[in-house]
């Protein structure tokens, strides 16, 4: 393929990304009338995904534009014609996969030079991610980022028909799109976006770049979507935004909070509703009110915290306290007794004392979080937190990583405990990754559970007791159907 000529290359600019502007979003509808629909007739395509499930679900969309332009999945590289990476960029490792994950894709390009590859999602948002593959990886034929999905059909014609390579990266967001089509992963859990973007810029993170402006879907296409899928049978939907407690801050015409949006999408026939993620600053009483409430609001909660220092947070610009955090957490267990809290950390921030993260060991402790996700701080160009001074030496993050993993641990596993001789209904996913005899699912407190029962169970929600705690999920007993 001769690809010297590119018909689009738009790239990115993190200065254009740190703009806001003060104006409702837009929204327009999907425009399924490309006059190419058969384009992906007899060929094969393959997505990976990598990140958060804010990628999971576009890699959900992507395979719904492809596949209402006839492409068909396949698992198998070898037999792939489309080969797309959604890709992640919030830590230097996501991005080396990524690279290494290109590297070994090559073989197949040789083997089949018709064969398209395509990386999408966060990393083309970065202006350096994007200069290193026009120069350094040059089979990729084709790059978008997280703006410009819905315009997938008109690149793939480009790369298809017209043989050219396609860049094109937009820095700030256009129009929220309504009515994608998607290629749900799951047939009974759904994703459901309810926002896009995010607007808090914490010093360490690149995402406010790479997904632009806050932006909110209306409730009223949400409340579709959702009904949609009751329809359809879901048994199950987790909310989507960066920070989900922000939800309507940026409508013009009405006053319409997170809380809000809770308590109309309860009065949906939908088992279970979950959220993530949530900014502990925004979170306000009446969303703790609703989950404590609404018996298809589940009792789980992701509740980054970040840093138990009250100085560290202030320098990551979170823009709330030690103190404050532990009001909040006090309040939650206050309303909802039985809540499972968990959190993301960050170790190893540029500065951070021995004693701070002595704090965040402690923080820990008192707030009883039954699963945290940690990370080693990683710098990312373009963010305040790159220029800081960063005085811990690696070998100090990582021991600091293993010390916090321990405490929690200790955490899951009593987590886990508490639950040891109760019933508890459980959304059966399907059979278990390690034993295909064995069925798994999850609990309301988003707890997995594995159990013995009859396959026919896959995907309903039934009673289970609960007869052993282990460090990372519980063995039950298939009582009943609920
Ligand atoms: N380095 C390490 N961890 C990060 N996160 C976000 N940015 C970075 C970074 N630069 C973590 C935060 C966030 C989670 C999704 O990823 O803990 O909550
Ligand atoms: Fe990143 Fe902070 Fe936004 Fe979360 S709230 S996506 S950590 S900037």
New binding site residues.
């Given amino acids: 393929m001769d690809k010297d000529y590119a018909k689009y290359f738009v790239k990115p600019s993190i200065k254009d990304a740190r703009k806001r502007k003060n104006e409702e979003t837009p929204t327009i509808n999907y425009d399924e009338h490309f006059n190419i629909k058969g384009i992906g007739k007899g060929k094969h395509y393959h997505v990976e995904t990598y990140g ?1 499930q804010g990628n999971e679900a576009d890699s959900e969309t992507i395979r719904g534009i492809l596949e209402a332009l006839e492409f068909t999945w396949t698992d198998k590289l070898e037999e792939s014609d489309l080969i797309i990476l959604n890709t992640c960029a ?2 230097e490792n996501a991005e080396n996969r990524v690279f290494g994950e290109l590297g070994r894709l090559k073989k197949y390009k040789r083997n089949n030079p018709d064969l398209i590859l395509g990386v999408a999602g966060c990393m083309p948002q970065e202006e350096d991610v994007v200069e290193r593959i026009l120069h350094k990886v040059q089979h990729v034929d084709l790059v978008f980022g997280t703006h410009n999905i819905y315009k997938l059909p008109e690149y793939l014609e480009s790369v298809i028909l017209s043989k050219e390579r396609v860049i094109e990266v937009y820095s700030e967001e256009g129009s929220i799109v309504e009515n994608l089509p998607k290629i749900r992963e799951h047939t009974k859990k759904a994703w459901v976006n309810i926002m896009f973007g995010c607007d808090e810029f ?1 010093t ?4 406010p770049y790479t997904r632009g402006k806050e932006r909110s879907r209306s409730p009223k296409q949400i409340i579709k979507e959702v009904q949609e899928l009751v329809d359809g049978g879901y048994q199950e939907v987790t909310l989507l935004g960066q920070n989900v407690n922000s939800y309507g801050r940026d409508f013009t015409d009405k006053n319409y909070t997170f809380g809000d949006l809770l308590e109309d999408l309860s009065d949906l026939a939908i088992p279970r509703i979950r959220f993530t ?1 949530s900014h502990p600053k925004d979170f306000d009483v009446k969303t703790i009110q609703m989950i404590a409430d609404k018996k298809n609001l589940m009792p789980y909660i992701h509740l ?1 915290v ?1 840093s138990g220092s009250t100085e560290v947070l202030k320098r990551m610009n979170r823009k709330y306290t030690k103190d404050s955090y532990l009001t909040l957490v006090n309040k939650i267990y206050e309303l909802i007794p039985d809540v499972s809290l968990t959190t ?3 170790v190893g921030f540029p500065g951070e004392t021995r004693e701070q993260f002595e704090e965040t060991l402690d923080l820990v402790k008192a707030c009883r979080f039954e699963g945290a ?1 940690t ?6 160009e373009g ?1 305040p ?1 790159a220029n800081y001074e960063d005085n811990v030496s690696p070998s100090e993050k990582k021991a600091r990583l293993l010390e916090l993993n321990k405490v929690v641990n200790d955490g899951y596993l009593f987590g886990n405990k508490r639950f040891e001789g109760t019933l508890q209904n459980v959304l059966v996913d399907g059979e278990s990754k390690h034993n295909p005899e064995v069925l798994a699912g999850y609990t309301e407190h988003n707890k997995l559970v594995n159990f013995v029962a009859d396959k026919s169970l896959i995907g309903e929600i039934v009673k289970v007791k609960i007869v052993e705690a282990k460090t990372w999920h519980l063995l039950g007993e298939y009582i009943e159907r609920v």
């Fill in positions: 958060c919030i830590r914490c360490y993170c690149i995402v993620t980054p970040q993301d950390i960050i996700y990370f080693i701080y990683s710098a990312r963010t937190a």
